[in-house]
């Protein structure tokens, strides 16, 4: 937790804040609304979406039937928002800009997370591939059909540009680098300035992201018994965190010591990630939201320490969760049901559900190899399961 003396909670925003009512609108001109900001609008839409509803049922790591205790994407992206939204608080940011952008970042996650979108990449290698980041551009701005005037959400310009640049600029200065075909495409009608740097509150929503599913996946790991504690005693952070817990705590019990000392790493890495993004704010002199787009590089930071910290943890994890045999198994299996339910459904469209049976064009057409990786993308796990035992088992009653 963050000491109230150490980072005071500002009345208001700070100049360097996107404020909404200085928002550059949105793509379609809208009513403004009388009782929420542009920003709140952006939130409530996305909660409402129904790629959002279908996060629940998304995984991180495990498929949804290994338990019911583990992390979802539903369940992740509501920690990211509240991690996002403290720190954004602590600075001086848009709370709001930084809650939509966390809600909406794994909206375009196809089912059984990486495994998933690896099948759906390689399928479609010829139309330009497949990432997560782009389909949820797509998602928020073509496949939502709720409104009746428009396609997408029609959310506001920084929201889509926090969205898309999340990670820093897609092109350079000069306008060259490798951007998708549907994100140059949608670039053409409502500008989002790849070139430079997103907002300082999608930079924050960012690196929460990468608070929130480290030490989530800690927590997962460790009640998976993918590994155990005394794995984690050599890896920098981690291992002091759990030793200090455990001393100050020697009587607790297994579930309780993770927890504490989970907890304990969520504090200290938000502390971090506060102080070195304040300190980048204050000595950057930005004086307002253009400032930091043009700064050339980010804002919002971990320490070097932390960086390095971030970086073995990661190791870590790569080595004992995401590679561990238990998970290779389930990855394994989750390719072949989005390979199997892909290829036929690519090769016999007339097997899709009726309303994307009609969007369909020639088997094999590229027209119906992009509408298929749109209907598999926003499949959930579960519902991926079922729809392969329907059209694989035989003994499976339509």
Not at 29 to 55: C, K, N, V, Y
Not at 164 to 176: F, V
Not at 204 to 217: E, G, K, P, Q
Not at 377 to 388: I, K, N, P, S
């Amino acid at each position: 937790m963050i000491a109230t003396d150490t980072f005071p909670v500002p009345e208001r925003l700070a100049p360097y804040a996107c404020h909404a009512a200085d928002s550059r609108g949105r793509l379609h001109d809208e009513p403004a609304s009388r009782t929420r900001t542009a920003f709140q609008r952006d939130r409530d839409r996305i909660i409402h979406s129904a790629a959002f509803r279908r996060l629940k049922w998304k995984t991180q790591v495990f498929v949804y039937h290994e338990g019911d205790y583990f992390r979802t994407r539903l369940t992740h992206s509501l920690e990211v928002s509240q991690i996002a939204r403290s720190i954004c608080s602590h600075l001086g940011l848009n709370q709001d800009l930084a809650e939509a952008l966390a809600l909406a970042h794994d909206l375009g996650h196809a089912p059984f997370g990486h495994a998933g979108e690896h099948v759906l990449k390689n399928q479609l290698q010829d139309l330009g591939g497949f990432d997560h980041n782009v389909q949820s551009l797509r998602l928020v701005t073509k496949l939502e059909e709720r409104y009746a005037a428009f396609d997408g959400l029609n959310l506001t310009w920084e929201t889509l540009e926090g969205l898309i640049k999340h990670n820093g600029p897609l092109r350079d200065a000069e306008g060259a680098g490798q951007v998708a075909d549907y994100v140059a495409q949608y670039d053409r009608d409502n500008p989002l300035a790849l070139e430079t740097w997103p907002s300082a509150e999608a930079q924050v929503a960012s690196l929460a992201d990468d608070i929130a599913y480290n030490n989530h996946d800690i927590d997962d790991g460790l009640r998976a018994g993918l590994f155990a504690v005394a794995d984690l005693e050599d890896v920098p952070l981690v291992g002091p965190v759990f030793h200090e817990t455990r001393k100050a705590f020697p009587d607790t019990d297994e579930s309780r010591l993770i927890h504490e000392a989970v907890r304990r790493m969520f504090g200290l890495m938000v502390e971090d990630l506060t102080t070195e993004t304040a300190r980048r704010l204050r000595e950057s002199g930005v004086a307002g939201p253009a400032d930091v787009r043009r700064l050339g590089g980010p804002v919002a930071a971990f320490s070097d320490a932390m960086r390095r910290n971030d970086a073995a943890l990661k190791d870590f994890l790569f080595h004992n969760m995401y590679r561990h045999h238990q998970v290779n198994r389930m990855t394994s299996k989750a390719r072949r049901v989005i390979h199997d339910l892909f290829t036929l459904l690519k090769d016999e469209p007339g097997c899709l559900p009726t309303e994307w049976r009609r969007r369909a064009g020639e088997p094999g057409s590229p027209r119906t190899t992009r509408l298929v990786a749109d209907y598999v993308a926003g499949m959930t796990d579960r519902f991926a399961l079922e729809e392969h035992r329907r059209l694989f088992d035989l003994q499976i009653k339509p």
